[in-house]
């Protein structure tokens, strides 16, 4: 290119009387040559991101990896999310195929899809009656648990990183809860009884909102350098009110309307166009989308419990839809990838912090549960609830955040977030490996055990046969216990 530009400037030079001169003519070589290295940083062999064929190959690794995943998780309670990640590692940091930089653009966009169908996903598979007859529990276990966790991370990135307390308690707030992505997977796999599966989907989802609500409020703290307890308050309430009102006051005219279309052939696309019309419309009102994607997959996935109370016919309902879980399988494990793919070694101390404060944290749940769990729940549900602390989408979203605002420290969140969520996922999986050794109460799967009555305790009436047989045939392991009496 050079040979060519010289010739043209020789012939200029010709026809113009040598009006160039030799310093005229470096500059100007000078000033090409800069232009053309800077053309060659910008191609896709030097870029941040792989050539397309690459990155076709590195989709396809991924999704096979992701259906070996779940065959793996299936056959040893190891989730697929730690396979996920380590692959993240291996194609973004080891292999540098893509660079940090085009993963950080990239990531904001889809982490929101990945939010609204991992969280309408969750609505889909609770069931609305397992979830009232819980609420208090999982209403505890997430706000003692938030609590907790944010309070212990809080003083550690104060006292051992030296951080400002707003940027610690940023810090903390942002895997303070376990995350919904992970739980929802995890507990249908897992032979617990359904009101402790119910009990944990519906703790991590509100973990997850949680985290999200108070970390953007958190973010605006930090850049102006004062924290307001009266705008939290405000700014809770207002997400609450606004995801109720939008999940409900479009979910329940939605069942009615889907009535109207019976089972089209794009049925479950249109419910997926209105599910992102809401979460347009819960971030305009200031809510970020995850209470509502919650609240319309929960009336959508009962909807033949709440035709009955609404008293219209509905069509033939298929919450397994194929369409919706392989959608929900790629948007779980290409973000999951992505979350390896922020990932850096650079500095050690980042490491040994997050393993620990993840420990800490294992030892806060065992306290929570304590608390929490009475003797309804049994030996098996509460060593799965204790065990219960991934960490993983709603942490690796709002990682990103603090690095497009420019906070301080910001490139240290995406690197302590990877370690907690990476050490949490494996003492998760320990936990779980320890359950499957505890029998379930009563040969029957599962735990959750409900108390006799009083009237029943020494000469009260006991149990038919027709429950007790009704009993020992649910999966899940509702049971009444039987009294001395009766087990002779």
């Known amino acids: 290119m050079n040979l060519i530009i010289l010739s043209i400037l020789n012939l200029f030079k010709g026809q113009t009387g040598n009006t160039i001169s030799n310093f005229d003519t470096s500059m100007i070589f000078n000033k090409i040559t800069e232009l053309q290295n800077s053309i060659e940083t910008l191609s896709i062999h030097d870029g941040p991101i792989a050539e397309a064929h690459v990155i076709l190959l590195a989709a396809g690794v991924v999704i096979f990896l992701g259906v070996a995943g779940e065959a793996f998780f299936k056959k040893t309670g190891i989730p697929d999310v730690a ?212 609240v319309f997959g929960l009336m959508i996935g009962n909807k033949s419990h709440l035709a009955k109370i609404l008293r219209f016919k509905l069509p033939r309902i298929e919450l397994d839809d194929p369409t919706h879980n392989q959608l929900t399988f790629l948007v779980r494990s290409f973000f999951f990838v992505f979350v390896g793919l922020m990932a850096s070694f650079g500095q050690i101390e980042y490491l040994i912090f997050g393993v620990l404060m993840t420990i800490a944290v294992y030892f806060g749940r065992l306290v929570v549960g304590k608390i929490t769990l009475t003797k309804r729940f049994s030996r098996l549900d509460r060593a799965v609830t204790n065990s219960m602390i991934p960490r993983g989408l709603a942490a690796a979203v709002l990682a990103t955040y603090p690095i497009t605002m420019g906070l301080p420290n910001a490139d240290a969140y995406p690197q302590l977030v990877f370690f907690i969520i990476l050490s949490s996922v494996v003492i998760t999986t320990i936990g779980l490996g320890k359950s499957k050794k505890i029998p379930p109460p009563e040969s029957v799967e599962g735990g959750f055990v409900k108390p006799a009555d009083d009237s029943q305790d020494g000469s009260g009436e006991i149990e038919t046969i027709s429950d007790i047989v009704l009993d020992e045939n649910i999966e899940g392991g509702f049971v009444k216990p039987a009294d001395d009496s009766q087990k002779e």
């Not at 909102?209 to 009266?230: M, N, P, R, S």
């Open 83 to 294: 396979f996920l990640m380590i692959l993240g590692v291996i194609i973004g940091p080891v292999l540098g195929l893509i660079q940090p930089e085009a993963v950080i653009q990239v990531v904001p966009y889809f982490a929101a899809l990945a939010l609204i169908i991992i969280m309408f996903d969750g609505g889909l598979n609770l069931d609305i009656k397992h979830v009232i007859k819980t609420a208090h529990f999982s209403f505890t276990l997430a706000i003692l648990g938030f609590i907790l966790s944010v309070v212990m991370i809080t003083l550690a990135a104060h006292f051992a990183l030296g951080w400002l307390w707003l940027e610690s308690i940023l810090l903390g707030s942002i895997v303070g809860g376990s995350s919904s992505a992970i739980v929802f997977g995890l507990v249908r796999n897992v032979k617990i009884s359904e009101e402790t599966k119910s009990m944990l989907s519906f703790e991590s989802a509100l973990t997850d909102i949680l985290a999200t609500i108070i970390a953007f409020i958190l973010f605006e703290a930090v850049l102006a350098g004062h924290f307001d307890i009266q705008t939290l308050q405000e700014t809770i309430g207002r997400a609450i009110v606004v995801g109720l009102v939008l999940g409900f006051g479009v979910g329940i005219p939605w069942m009615y309307v889907s009535t109207k279309l019976g089972n089209a052939q794009h049925g479950y696309m249109l419910t997926l166009g209105v599910l992102f019309v809401l979460f347009f419309l819960a971030n305009s009102f200031g809510e970020s989308g995850a209470l509502t994607a919650l």
